[in-house]
């Protein structure tokens, strides 16, 4: 028996599974296989068996797993510190509140990385309304918010890694509630810029109609046209028709033009009513205690005499952009045929969603992304002929 099992387990020419040929085997060395592996035997097991309880396979695997993700967030951090990558988040300081109302304050946030790359700002400038998004790191969302330019007193913000930023805080809004809670020194996340409108060349007329924040994007289209682009073309006229809720977020504002009739309504998503007679004066208190964005408007209406105008409009002093306002406008452009006749006219609507639609239609979704929509609310119901108009 033995001498047969010696001439058979060497078998070459007839093919046998590893499975049988390791079968054989064990029989062969008298002890009993385990699994398919001939080391695994009755002599060995103990050994076998505590290298096993040394390192189970799911100690392996945890280990491997944890090492995997340690070197991702290594890379991943990596890549989140190039300051020249707008598509990752990086770090900012919070470095100053300055409250504007009972419920909007201007942000200052100074950039915790180098300098390098941070000129992508100023290509943001040149092209037109552009914004970044900050993040809200507990539910893991961002939303975007508007940089607003540099004041005349302070040219050039962004060359030592600042923006600024005016928000309101919404009851319902996850991001702005966070941040109007974080103290002076919290640290914020952003990324961008992301442009959402390239202002074409050629443009010699704005008419801009803003809602509450929407204010941030006129700004930043003034900012465009009189600085960034500077002595490119005639330099085009800006009129500004700025609407908020309650006279604080625009205290010590006076209108450029008197209008003589309006419309009230009861918020912007209402219809109009009754007719009243009007005149945006604010008091001497209010001339003396100008807002923060009042007194940017004002030093850029300096800046550019005779080309910005800025209108002021507030729902509980029953003052609203009515259809008399905006064909007052538009028909006054008309009569302007020597800057009308050489260029482009846009109407711009900026604002809430609420007002956006109220004045030129809700915005669509197609493939995923958000695009224009048709043309509807007020604008669409007046002669606008000679005019593109752009929601933002």
């Given at each position: ?13 007839k ?5 049988r ?6 029989r ?6 385990i699994?398919?592996?001939?080391f ?6 103990s ?15 945890f280990a ?13 951090q990596?890549k989140d ?6 598509a ?5 300081i ?34 037109g ?6 993040k ?20 050039e913000p962004?060359?030592?890694?600042k ?11 996850e ?7 974080l ?10 810029p ?35 682009r ?7 006229k ?76 507030v729902?509980?002093?029953q ?32 604002g ?8 030129a239609g ?24 000679g005019?593109e108009i752009w929601?933002?």
């Amino acid at each position: 028996m033995f001498k047969q099992m010696l001439t058979f387990r060497p078998v070459k020419h007839k093919k046998i599974g590893i499975h049988r040929l390791l079968g054989y085997s064990a029989r062969f060395q008298k002890v009993k296989p385990i699994g398919q592996f001939p080391f695994l035997n009755a002599r060995n097991l103990s050994t076998i068996q505590v290298a096993r309880r040394g390192w189970p396979s799911y100690v392996l695997v945890f280990a491997f797993g944890f090492l995997g993700s340690v070197g991702f967030g290594w890379v991943q951090q990596v890549k989140d510190a190039s300051p020249s990558d707008p598509a990752t988040f990086k770090p900012y300081i919070l470095e100053l509140k300055e409250p504007v109302s009972s419920t909007s304050s201007i942000f200052i946030l100074s950039s915790k990385l180098e300098l390098a790359g941070l000129g992508r700002y100023d290509k943001a400038w040149q092209k037109g309304v552009w914004s970044v998004q900050i993040k809200q790191p507990q539910l893991q969302i961002a939303r975007a918010y508007t940089p607003l330019p540099p004041s005349q007193d302070d040219k050039e913000p962004w060359t030592n890694g600042k923006l600024s930023f005016l928000i309101r805080q919404d009851p319902k809004g996850e991001v702005s509630g966070y941040l109007h809670k974080l103290p002076q020194g919290a640290t914020i996340d952003l990324r961008g810029p992301h442009v959402e409108y390239q202002i074409p060349d050629g443009v010699t007329e704005i008419l801009f109609v803003a809602g509450g924040t929407g204010i941030a994007p006129a700004l930043q289209v003034a900012h465009t046209l009189y600085n960034a682009r500077r002595g490119r073309g005639v330099a085009p006229k800006m009129h500004i028709l700025w609407a908020n809720r309650r006279r604080e977020d625009c205290e010590g504002g006076v209108s450029d033009t008197v209008f003589k009739s309006s419309y009230t309504f009861n918020g912007w998503r209402n219809i109009f009513a009754s007719k009243v007679e009007n005149s945006i004066k604010p008091t001497a208190n209010e001339q003396s205690n100008s807002s923060p964005m009042v007194l940017r408007l004002d030093s850029l209406k300096k800046s550019q005499t005779d080309l910005i105008s800025v209108d002021y409009f507030v729902d509980e002093e029953q003052t609203t952009i009515s259809e008399i306002v905006l064909k007052g406008i538009l028909q006054s452009s008309i009569a302007t045929v020597e800057r009308s006749s050489i260029g482009r006219k846009l109407i711009l609507v900026s604002g809430p969603d609420g007002f956006v639609k109220h004045f030129a239609g809700s915005k669509a979704w197609q493939n995923g992304k958000e695009v224009q929509g048709p043309l509807g609310g007020l604008l669409s119901q007046i002669d606008h002929s000679g005019w593109e108009i752009w929601k933002l």
